[in-house]
């Protein structure tokens, strides 16, 4: 792994790991017996951080129970615990893009306005490209102009064709256009961009439905993915969207973007755990090299080690 990728998380998920290190370190600042007082600031201090109930619970149990045993703890040790913790709930392994036995592989990508979609679609875009595969995009947020213009420059960038039609047309007569191109010049992905206007929620979820009707009559299967796009700086609120576009549209994976501007990036822990939908990719940034596929050991790490190595 390259030195440049450890340090996009890394910087990624100072806020993160910034509030909950910093004060573990002073709750433990020496080595101590566990009292109730200790756990219920170390509590707080992990719900903070969106890592949700189920795993604040989890951790303090644990805690609770090496307490018991007349353990003492200092900072490192603390830490320690709550790695396995943490491991435990979000598995060793990296979920990667599911691919299709016949191309082209299909993904669409849903979720709120603003919380990545198109940017999030570029990234993909340009980590498949490099990995030597050809690429074509829908622009099915047809909703605005601008949001297929948003596509386009992606595309360009990166070299992807484009699959555009008016303003205001059929999303799903974009899809179907662009599925009958990639398959017919051998494609290796298709990525669906959608709209996301939640004042027409249900609307939208309809428009979501139909697009993901008429891929999989041209293709048993298709589409392979439905990634659901979410804001971490929108901490608990992610876990909402998340339901909504499940029930309506059945997510396979997760894009938790923005984790460089938010404190809470334990959230990643609560969409794991509480969805049980795997987070396939952490977006770190806003350039096109910012985009990880989420791996839980690095992200533990990411949160939980100030010295950026495993100790
Ligand atoms: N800091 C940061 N900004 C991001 C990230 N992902 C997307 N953005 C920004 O969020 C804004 C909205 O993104 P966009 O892709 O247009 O959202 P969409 O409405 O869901 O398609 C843009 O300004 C992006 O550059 C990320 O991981 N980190
Ligand atoms: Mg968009």
Redesign the pocket.
Known sequence: MSPSFLSNLWN?LTKTRDAIVGPIEALFSKKKAIDEETLEELEAVLIQSDLGIAATSAIIDSLRECGSRGERLDADGAVALIEQELVSILGANTVPLVKAGQPPTVVMVV?????????????IASMLVREGNKVMLAAG?TFRAA?AE?LEVWGNRIGCNVIRHKEGSDPAAVAFDAYQSARARGFDYLLI?TA?RLHTKSNLMEELKKIKRVISRECDGAPHEVLL?V??TTGQNAIAQARVFNEAVGVTGVVL?????TARGGIVVAISQELNIPVKY?????GAE??RPFNPDRFVQGILRIDGEAR
């Open positions: 990624g979720g709120v306005n603003g919380t990545g979609k198109t940017t999030s679609i570029g990234k947020d949001a948003q961009d996301g796009v804001d971490a973007t923005k984790l460089d501007g952490v977006g770190v940034g806003e910012d985009l």
